[in-house]
């Protein structure tokens, strides 16, 4: 999960006047601002726990001060913030944070609670009860709702069948589902019982799914007989049949028959299971008991397999999305995703709020490029989120929401999983200007290691073009040097200085924890190295540069990967880029750039000249690359990220099979051509 970048700024020389600040894209008007939950919060533990003060009329200087309180007196405001928004710990809680150290933080000791009944509370409200808890659309576009009422009773029927197929605290259930309303049924029930959930969408080919699954060893599995996408039925039949034989922890399989097959021998309909109507008991479970497990990618052997805390994902995802998205129980929560993206669990999280949440299964440009924004319209969508790569492709493809579709609900465009380019940010706003002319555009960045963000959206703060508005609450954000040295306005690794309560409680099958050390702790012992490049700016801004494990270095000058693409892809002949920095045995550098033309383009000397002086004049002399080279495709992982890492070290020699797991790839073909190249002696 990544956002927004630019290129960096730079400090000024002692001689130099300070520069003025520069005009923000978009700018809260005050009533949003009062109105804000942050704001009303803010003043709430100033009277209550001794925050600092709303200053009237400077909401940045109100949420800089809240924000360094936030980090300062870290247990104080996840205390103040715990008790504010109700959460109901079953057990009190000893202290809030017994040991601060990293890793080995532990959060609330002795308190006992349930992320599931937290999700429900909605539907304790006679009021609420028939409102819709989910709404569901498919490619056809027609929401059907699931009220609260409903979503509470098939939780309580499958939770009571979970645990007579003897499914106990601790116990793992898996999922081979899309972003369908079953899934999170399943989730959720899952966790009512005290179970550790797990996912994979079901577009992942059987062995990626295996390289996740059985790590954790799981005792049921959710599996639907296929799904749609792109207008296409796609049978996974064969993929379930594999799974069931090659899992034999599994002991009960459930059938979710999404192309209206029967169930398959020996599998358990989904019917069935959720026809009862039957109250949902709620395990109380200590703060730190898993809740699920996330993948990374895998893309350089088996996944790490993330386990996140009951209580951690808990307050950190309603801090995320009440604090800094403003989502609240007239909401309506709408982000793409896929069940195998962390921003799937984010999104169910989105019932903790009380909104309703737009669960969406198909594919992102079907019938059209501008399906996501149909989606937002029918669903009456008020924070609608999406990646970076559909805003820029609706650009490119002249899609004109603000005036093709009825989107005056939507409040805020959220985006995530790359680097949002200062276009992207233009384009919406220019595309909202004719109607409201007040679109909050909210690029945030964090990741699946967390589950939530670093930095990002903040209501009450202006937009800057290229930037995110602020890091998070309770996230101690730095930028460092080589040195561990801390810097401003200039791009250094991202660290994350003070725990947060929903850092992994471990890997799994990590028993001396040091994989999980290596990960985040090995370059800088104590701080979280999280392996991005970021600028924080003297205005509190964040500027994302892409992974610092594949960051260019030219001359001793870093630079980042989104920075080059963001000027090529602004070219209507390159429909998508890779570039790569190689350090060579004998201490040279290489830079070629890899382009993926549109149709009808060719890479001739003048596209190529064009792509240098596009460069050149966006960037500096030092991001030319040395060699053009057109390729038939960018290899991406499953979950959308181009494959910089795996393609460097292919092209620094390492064979195939060191080099990446072709099963987390969505084309593993398109790595011969680098394998190729490596060859060559390139």
Same mark, same amino acid.
């Given at each position: 999960m990544?956002a ?5 700024a ?8 300070? #520069? *003025? ?6 700018? #809260? ?21 001794g925050?600092?003060p ?6 940045q200087?109100?949420?800089?001060a ?12 996840w205390?103040a ?10 057990? #009190? ?30 539907? %304790?409200? /006679? ?5 819709p808890? +989910? ?35 601790g ?16 989730? +959720? ?7 550790? $959930? ?26 639907v ?16 049949? %594999?799974?069931?034989r %090659?899992?034999?922890?599994?002991r ?15 599998a358990l309909?989904? *019917? ?9 008991v ?8 898993p ?7 895998g ?7 993330i ?18 998205n403003?989502?609240g ?23 903790l ?11 992102p ?22 990646? *970076? ?31 949002l /380019?200062?276009d ?12 409201t002319?007040d679109?909050w ?24 073009t290229g930037?995110?508005q602020a ?12 040195h561990?040295?801390p ?23 990590d ?18 190295r999280?392996?991005d ?15 610092s ?13 989104a ?10 002949e ?15 550098? $290489?830079?070629?750039l890899f ?15 064009k ?15 040395d060699e053009?080279i057109?390729?038939?495709g ?5 979950t ?43």
């Amino acid at each position: 999960m990544t956002a927004a970048h630019s290129t960096p700024a730079h400090s000024s020389t002692p001689q130099s006047p300070e #520069p *003025a600040a520069p005009e923000p894209l978009w700018r #809260p008007d005050a009533e949003r601002v009062e109105t804000a939950q942050i704001t009303r919060f803010q003043t709430w533990a100033h009277e209550h726990h001794g925050a600092p003060p709303v200053t009237p009329g400077d909401p940045q200087t109100s949420y800089d001060a809240l924000h360094r309180w936030s980090t300062e007196e870290l247990a104080t405001f996840w205390a103040a913030f715990a008790e504010w928004s109700g959460i109901r710990f079953t057990t #009190p809680y000893d202290t809030v944070l017994a040991d601060s150290a990293m890793p080995g933080a532990t959060w609330f000791p002795g308190a006992t609670l349930n992320y599931a009944e937290h999700a429900l509370r909605a539907a %304790e409200d /006679p009021d609420r009860a028939g409102d819709p808890a +989910l709404l569901h659309v498919d490619e056809r576009h027609e929401p059907t709702p699931v009220t609260w009422a409903e979503l509470r009773r098939q939780v309580g029927s499958l939770a009571a069948e979970l645990r007579r197929l003897g499914v106990r605290p601790g116990d793992r259930v898996s999922g081979y589902l899309p972003n369908i309303p079953e899934a999170a049924v399943a989730l +959720l029930a899952t966790a009512a019982v005290g179970g550790v $959930w797990t996912s994979c969408a079901p577009d992942f080919g059987a062995r990626s799914v295996l390289d996740r699954f059985q790590q954790v060893e799981p005792v049921v599995l959710f599996t639907v007989d296929g799904y749609r996408y792109g207008g296409k039925e796609h049978d996974r039949a064969d993929v379930v049949a %594999e799974l069931r034989r %090659e899992l034999p922890t599994v002991r009960a399989v459930v059938h979710v028959p999404l192309l209206g097959t029967e169930a398959p021998e020996g599998a358990l309909d989904w *019917a069935s299971l959720t026809s009862a109507d039957t109250e949902p008991v709620f395990e109380q479970v200590p703060f730190d008991h898993p809740l699920w497990v996330l993948y990374s990618s895998g893309t350089t052997g088996l996944p790490k397999a993330i386990v996140q805390s009951q209580g951690g994902i808990l307050l950190e995802h309603l801090k995320q999305l009440t604090l800094h998205n403003d989502i609240g129980p007239g909401d309506r929560f709408f982000w793409f995703t896929s069940t195998g993206w962390m921003m799937w669990n984010l999104l169910v999280s989105g019932l903790l709020t009380g909104c309703t949440v737009v669960t969406y299964d198909g594919s992102p440009g079907y019938p059209d490029t501008g399906a996501q924004w149909r989606v937002a319209e029918r669903t009456g969508t008020t924070v609608y989120g999406t990646s *970076a790569a559909y805003v820029m492709a609706c650009r490119k493809a002249d899609v004109h929401p603000g005036r093709d579709y009825d989107l005056s609900r939507v409040k805020c465009v959220a985006t995530t999983g790359s680097p949002l /380019p200062p276009d992207g940010f233009r384009w919406i706003h220019d595309e909202f200007a004719a109607g409201t002319g007040d679109m909050w555009i909210a690029s945030v960045s964090g990741g699946t290691d967390v589950c939530s963000c670093f930095a990002g959206a903040v209501p009450t703060l202006p937009v800057h073009t290229g930037e995110l508005q602020a890091p998070s609450l309770a996230v101690d954000l730095q930028a460092w040097d080589p040195h561990g040295k801390p810097v401003t306005d200039e791009v250094g690794e991202l660290i994350v200085t003070k725990p947060m309560p929903s850092m992994p409680i471990r890997f799994w099958n990590d028993p001396d924890g040091s994989r999980y050390r290596e990960s985040y702790f090995e370059m800088f012992p104590g701080a979280w190295r999280h392996g991005d490049w970021i600028t924080l700016t003297s205005r509190n801004t964040v500027v994302i540069h892409g992974r610092s494990d594949s960051t260019l270095n030219r001359q001793g000058v870093r630079m980042g990967s989104a920075d080059i693409y963001e000027a090529v892809e602004r070219l209507p002949e390159i429909r998508e880029s890779l570039v790569i920095g190689v350090e060579r045995p004998d201490g040279g550098y $290489w830079m070629p750039l890899f382009v993926h033309l549109a149709e009808g383009a060719t890479l001739d000397d003048a596209l190529r000249d064009k792509v240098k002086q596009t460069i050149r004049a966006s960037l500096s002399p030092r991001h030319v690359p040395d060699e053009i080279i057109e390729i038939p495709g960018v290899p991406h992982t499953l979950t959308g990220k181009r494959l910089e890492v795996p393609v460097k070290r292919l092209l620094q020699g390492t064979p195939m099979e060191k080099a990446v797991n072709p099963g987390s790839v969505d084309n593993a073909d398109l790595l011969r051509f680098y394998e190729g190249l490596a060859g060559e002696g390139a």
